[in-house]
């Protein structure tokens, strides 16, 4: 037997979740057994926490889009018992059970070997969130981006994805500015390395010319909206955005024209379906080149009991850093 957080759904359609003691044959299918040490709180986990968000497949469901903890059974010569291995992507928590529960049974193919330099802990302090912002900064740097260019511009900074993003580059040598509608996190975000601080209001504004004055030499995006299509208008010539969010809504009022008169590129960032490569080599990177000591101070710890709290509060913005979930004591 194990404990998992079930949310169930009523014929009227009102959800609860609630810790539940399982037997290990309702697990699903798949070639490895994980015994889920961490997992974390993301925005999708606050909408399948609660009303489902369109996301849950088929109830009563296990979220946790990621997780991280040793295999306990494997099918698969890639994995054997013991290995400390991570999940991210591949529709858990979603489509299928994820990792609020103290064991998960997974295809091993979603699976990637844990990096020298983590723990099971620190990496889920990074989770899915930080697993992004890595894969946005790589796809930043790919397109040319380098600390000489200039400043480079976080929205949605004090969030999971905008956190992590914040202490990668300035680990890296960037000069970050940071966006954020709260100001009592601007401490906080300059702990992380934030070089100075934006008022989203500053950059919430309606689009009025598609053409600004030149201002960042890169944008890690975690916000989308009308935020994004401001920005897009203050890029440096031939810069890039890494959009990755869409809390701001999917629609984007833009014109082409920063498109065809600077050059300026819109990189889309998809963490769910990523080749194994690119995983390995993110993570890869996340052991090498994220803060230790700065991603301390952005975990918030929390244990199955306070998820149905939590995800309430991340869908109203109120969490704020990584919020590592302690799965199996």
């Known amino acids: 037997m194990f404990k998992a957080l079930v949310v169930e759904k009523t014929e009227a359609g009102e959800t609860s979740a609630s810790v539940q003691e399982m037997s290990e044959d309702r697990l699903p299918e798949g070639d490895v057994t994980v015994a889920v040490e961490y997992s974390t709180v993301n925005y999708k986990d606050g909408l399948c926490l609660g009303s489902g968000g369109g996301l849950v497949r088929s109830w009563p469901h296990v979220p946790g889009i990621d997780f991280a903890g040793r295999v306990e059974a494997s099918e698969d010569p890639r994995y054997a018992v013991g290995d400390e291995v991570i999940l991210t992507g591949w529709r858990v928590g979603e489509a299928r059970w994820g990792g609020?529960?103290?064991?998960?049974?997974v295809k091993a193919d979603w699976l990637v070997p844990l990096p020298e330099g983590l723990s099971t802990r620190t990496a889920m302090a990074v989770g899915t969130a930080g697993f992004t912002a890595m894969l946005a900064v790589m796809a930043l740097e790919d397109h040319g981006l380098s600390p000489e260019k200039g400043e480079v511009l976080v929205t949605g900074a004090a969030g999971g994805v905008g956190s992590v993003a914040t202490a990668i580059l300035s680990n890296l040598g960037y000069e970050v500015a940071a966006v954020t509608g709260r100001p009592e996190t601007?401490?906080?975000?300059?702990?992380?390395?934030?070089?100075?601080?934006?008022?989203?209001?500053?950059?919430?504004?309606?689009?009025?010319?598609?053409l600004e004055t030149e201002t960042w030499a890169g944008c890690v995006d975690a916000v989308g909206g009308a935020m994004l299509a401001r920005v897009l208008g203050q890029m440096k010539y031939g810069a890039s955005v890494a959009a990755v969010g869409l809390a701001g809504g999917a629609s984007l009022p833009a014109t082409v024209v920063p498109f065809l008169l600077r050059g300026v590129?819109?990189?889309?960032?998809?963490?769910?379906?990523?080749?194994?490569?690119?995983?390995?080599?993110?993570?890869?990177?996340?052991?090498?080149?994220?803060?230790?000591?700065k991603l301390d101070g952005m975990i918030v710890p929390a244990t199955l009991e306070d998820l149905p709290r939590l995800g309430a509060e991340i869908l109203n913005g109120q969490v704020r850093g990584r919020v590592v979930v302690e799965v199996r004591a």
């Open 100 to 105: 609020y529960a103290e064991k998960a049974r």
């Open 186 to 210: 601007e401490e906080y975000l300059k702990s992380l390395g934030a070089s100075r601080i934006v008022a989203r209001g500053d950059l919430a504004e309606t689009v009025k010319r598609p």
């Open 265 to 293: 590129n819109l990189l889309g960032i998809d963490s769910v379906m990523r080749p194994y490569e690119d995983r390995v080599r993110a993570w890869g990177r996340i052991a090498r080149d994220l803060p230790m000591d």
